[in-house]
Each structure stands twice: as C-alpha cells, then as structure tokens.
C-alpha cells in the first residue's frame, strides 16, 4: 500500500488534499500539523510520498525537507512542495533542498494527482539498461 504524508498547518488544506489524493486507487493518507509533526511521523510511518506547505508553525516546509534530505531519514522518498509561495527563490530553494516537485495553491485536483502520479511513477519505474 502506498502511504502518503500530508503536512500543512491549515486543517482546511489537509482535509481538501486528503479527498483529492483518496481518488488515487491503494493509497493511505497520514496527516501532520507542522514541519515538527511531519518529521516524528515520517520517521514512524515511512511514508511513499510526502506534500508539505512552506509556511508552517514549529518547523517550516524547507526546515523539514532539510532534515529528511540531510539527516539519517532519507534522501529519495519524493517531497512535493505545495504552498502559496509563487516566487522563483522559494521554488528554487524547495528544489535545491531536494523537492520532486512544486505545486502553488490554490490547487487543482486533477493537477494534484497528476503530479503525485508522476512521482510515484518514478519511484516504481525500472531503471534504463
């Protein structure tokens, strides 16, 4: 089964993320409050995929994918960054932190999946010989 961890401290967000990535078939969906809450329950869950926001209490998006990126957590597990911040600097730092992917709010449903999809794609995809 595939575990998709959900961080943004807007519980309006997590729930409108949540019903868009439930349309995706064999998919569990755990849900954080923060950077802080996002790290313990990566570490404990293991997650396939990760969206985070950028703007959140305890621990911001790019603290939090710092330290799964440079800590012992993991460096492949894709991290898609979803969040207000529209700037070429945030999308930059985001990608050069190690972000799979950069999607702005407000988000597109369809856009969402597509994106996730993507990602989960080249988890399973074979290398090329």
Do not use: W
Request: proline letters at 5%; aromatic letters at 4%; charged letters at 25%.
């Amino acid at each position: 089964m595939t575990t998709i961890l959900v961080a943004d401290d807007s519980a309006t967000m997590r729930t409108l993320l949540e019903l868009n990535l439930k349309k995706l078939p064999g998919v569990r969906i755990v849900l954080a409050k923060d950077g802080a809450d996002a790290l313990q329950k990566f570490e404990a869950e293991k997650p396939t995929l990760v969206l985070t926001d950028l703007h959140m209490p305890n621990m911001s998006g790019f603290e939090f994918i710092e330290k799964v990126r440079t800590g012992k957590n993991d460096k492949h597990t894709p991290i898609v960054i979803v969040t207000t911040r529209d700037e070429a600097e945030s999308r930059q730092r985001g990608m050069d932190l190690g972000a799979s992917a950069y999607v702005c709010k407000p988000i597109n449903g369809a856009e969402l999946v597509q994106v996730v999809e993507g990602c989960l794609a080249g988890i399973t995809a074979a290398p090329a010989s």
